[in-house]
């Protein structure tokens, strides 16, 4: 099984770098995938154990047979880490000294035909990290309303045809297959547009898949309970490959380090920004080496985050 979970961990070195200061103690890595970086972190830290989280089955087990070697020192769970503090208080004992945040799909989970994730097959429309989770692809395409899929198409995919689309998804129900769906972004999408800037369907399919997870309200509800589980000189890490993901990193981090937004009139600045909790580690997000992303396309658009818990 283990052989057909092939997923690279992006920015390995950036993410190990970045840990390499952390006092001993558990780091969760929020989003375990195929253990990429928890296993490296366990090489490469004795005194440190790993808690993995996943809210796909399969990458669960593929995780627990990766780290099996590692014994006690790790730890995989199948949860969402939009409940972090729950699982964390639930499966650890002791300081957490780091928390991984590495956002997005993995490669087995767009690779995998059956998940319906890819533009490039024709599968059931699905989507779904959890495949026990209710709501697929299928009931965002089929059910809801136009306004709500336009919506959903402009911000979570930056389509600027979003409404054509929507329109055209909506005239063509019921859609049952990714193929279907990309036939109908096709046809939406001037001819003229169609042909420049990657598969037409790519920031479309991106949309319903970020809608199906509930990609964002994770995000935050994890981000915002992570800060409060550190134990000084803890790190919070997190790899996004999207504006809109990083920009939700930027703005917690900028106000956990007493940088928040001021609120009152510009001439007479009340600043409402509470007592720092951490310090920014990257000021500007680190970026992925030229030689990385020529070796593997998909750390392309990875922007690394590091704030560290103040004592
Ligand atoms: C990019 S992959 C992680 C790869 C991993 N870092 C590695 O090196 O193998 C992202 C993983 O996060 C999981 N994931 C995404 N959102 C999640 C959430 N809210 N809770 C738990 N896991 C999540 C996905 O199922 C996927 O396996």
């Known amino acids: 099984m283990s052989e057909a979970f092939e997923h690279l961990p992006v920015m390995a070195r950036e993410v190990l770098e970045h840990l390499a200061p952390v006092p001993a103690g ?10 990429g970086h928890a296993g490296l972190l366990l090489g490469s830290r004795p005194d440190l154990r790993v808690l993995g989280i996943d809210r796909d089955a399969a990458a669960v087990a593929v995780a627990r047979e990766r780290l099996g070697r590692f014994g006690e020192r790790a730890r995989v769970v199948h949860a969402a880490f939009g409940d972090l503090t729950e699982t964390v208080r639930r499966e650890t004992e002791g300081d957490i000294v780091g928390i991984l945040f590495d956002l997005g799909v993995s490669s087995p989970q767009l690779d ?12 059931p429309l699905d989507m779904r990290m ?18 709500e899929l336009t919506t959903i198409i402009a911000t979570f995919g930056e389509e600027r045809f979003a409404s054509r689309i929507a329109r055209e998804i909506v005239a063509r129900r019921p859609i049952a297959t990714t193929g279907e769906l990309v036939d109908a972004i096709k046809d939406a999408i001037p001819a003229p547009a169609r042909r420049k ?14 809608e199906v997870n509930r990609e964002l309200p994770q995000l935050e509800a994890g981000l915002d ?3 409060h589980l550190l134990a000084p000189r803890g790190r919070v890490l997190v790899l996004a490959y999207h504006s809109l993901e990083d920009r939700a990193v930027k703005q917690r981090f900028a106000t956990w380090a007493g940088r928040g937004p001021t609120i009152g009139r510009p001439d007479l600045p009340v600043s409402t920004a509470p007592d720092p909790i951490v310090r920014l580690v990257t000021r500007k997000p680190v970026r992925p080496s030229e030689a990385e992303v020529e070796a593997n396309p998909r750390a392309h658009s990875a922007l690394l985050r590091v704030v560290e818990r103040l004592g």
């Open 225 to 227: 309970e992570s800060v």
């Open 26 to 35: 558990t780091v969760v890595d929020c989003t375990v995938g195929g253990a």
């Open 112 to 123: 995998r035909r059956a998940r319906g994730f890819s533009y490039w097959d024709d599968a």
């Open 197 to 210: 800037g990657g598969h037409p369907a790519r920031r479309t399919f991106q949309a319903i898949r970020m």
């Open 130 to 147: 959890d495949s026990s989770q209710a709501l697929t692809a299928a009931e965002v395409v089929n059910t809801y309303d136009e306004a």
